[in-house]
Each structure stands twice: as C-alpha cells, then as structure tokens.
C-alpha cells in the first residue's frame, strides 16, 4: 500500500495556482491547472534552488520557473527547454470526496 497525504480540499487550490505541500521532504508542490487539473512535483527547480510551489507559474500544462525561465511538462516533470536539464521528480495525486491527496509513486 502506497503512503498518501492529504494536501487540502479541491477549493483551497485556486485554477492556475500552484503551492508547496506542507511537511513533505523533499518538499513537493502541488499544481491546479487553470482547466482543474491537478499535479505534484517536486517543489524545487532542477536548475537551482526555487520554489515552483511558491514561485512557480503554470501555462497550460507546462510549468514554468519564473527565475531563468525553465519549462517543464507538467505531467512527466520533464524539462522543455534550458536552462534545466534534468526531469523534475513527479508524484501520484488522488482527488477523492472533494480532497487532494498526493502519493509518492
Ligand atoms: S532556478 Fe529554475 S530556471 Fe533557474
């Protein structure tokens, strides 16, 4: 059985927001995308150090670090474009009973 968190109900993420999920190390972000969609992370940018929970912005399905402009692919973590190169960590999310879980997979 996979360990699951419970992040927040479906309301408390605004469409088109992202946040950094309290107590988890690594730390992950959680993302909503402005068509619903949720996602996680991992919260810190592969090219350095910075909050995609915090900072991050979402276009679509693609994540973008406001700090050197990566982009990321929300779904697969995987970069789009320099300067990151490496694929962000990616976590299972569950929405259940109007509740936003997310698993390690
Ligand atoms: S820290 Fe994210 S692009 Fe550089």
Redesign the pocket.
């Known amino acids: 059985m996979t360990d699951r968190l419970r992040v927040c109900a479906v309301d408390e993420l605004d469409p088109g927001t992202s946040m950094t999920v309290a107590g988890t190390s690594p730390a992950i972000a959680l993302h909503r995308t402005e068509g619903g969609d949720f996602f996680a992370t991992a919260d810190s ?1 592969s ?2 150090e ?1 909050s995609l929970g915090e900072e991050g912005d979402l276009e679509g399905d693609e994540l973008v ?1 406001p ?4 982009r990321f692919d929300l779904r697969s973590g995987k970069p789009l474009c320099l ?2 190169t490496l694929a962000l960590a990616t976590y299972h999310v569950v929405v259940e009973g109007g509740e936003v879980f997310v698993a390690a997979t």
């Open positions: 940018c090219h350095e910075w670090c700090l050197h402009m990566a300067p990151a």
